[in-house]
């Protein structure tokens, strides 16, 4: 079974800084990519960033782009997200996912297989 377990999160003043770690296990391939998507209550999850294991390739949603770095400590199965300059609408849950690199169509798309249980981001203004 695919575990992963998020870490880091907190409450923060604007423009601080986090920085997020998942730990993932039980791949069945080592060739996976995870993605941090972030939830408010009542509103749409959205993805923020990912990156995929086999080349460290990385993308980021517009949101993101700028202040959050995402990056892996691959010898270790842990994915970081350095949150940098935090601002109040960054607010929300954050959640790890997963999918296998061989899902080609979830990786394009955003369309993870595997969830984290989340841990809370809270901006202060």
């Known amino acids: 079974e695919v575990l992963l377990v998020e870490s880091g999160g907190g409450l923060v003043q604007a423009g601080g800084s986090l920085r997020l770690s998942c730990v993932a296990s039980g791949f069945i391939s080592d060739d996976y990519c995870i993605a941090w998507f972030r939830q408010v209550p009542g509103k749409k999850r959205e993805g923020v960033s990912r990156?995929?294991?086999?080349?460290?390739?990385?993308k980021y949603k517009n949101a993101a782009k700028g202040r959050f770095t995402i990056s892996s400590d691959n010898a270790k199965n842990t994915v970081f997200l350095q949150m940098t300059s935090l601002e109040p609408e960054d607010t929300a849950v954050y959640y790890c996912?997963?999918?296998?690199?061989?899902?080609?169509?979830?990786?394009?798309?955003?369309?993870?297989?595997?969830w984290g249980q989340g841990t809370q981001v809270t901006v202060s203004a």
């Open positions: 996912a997963g999918v296998l690199e061989a899902n080609g169509l979830g990786v394009s798309t955003w369309q993870y297989d595997y």
């Open positions: 990156i995929c294991r086999s080349d460290g390739s990385t």
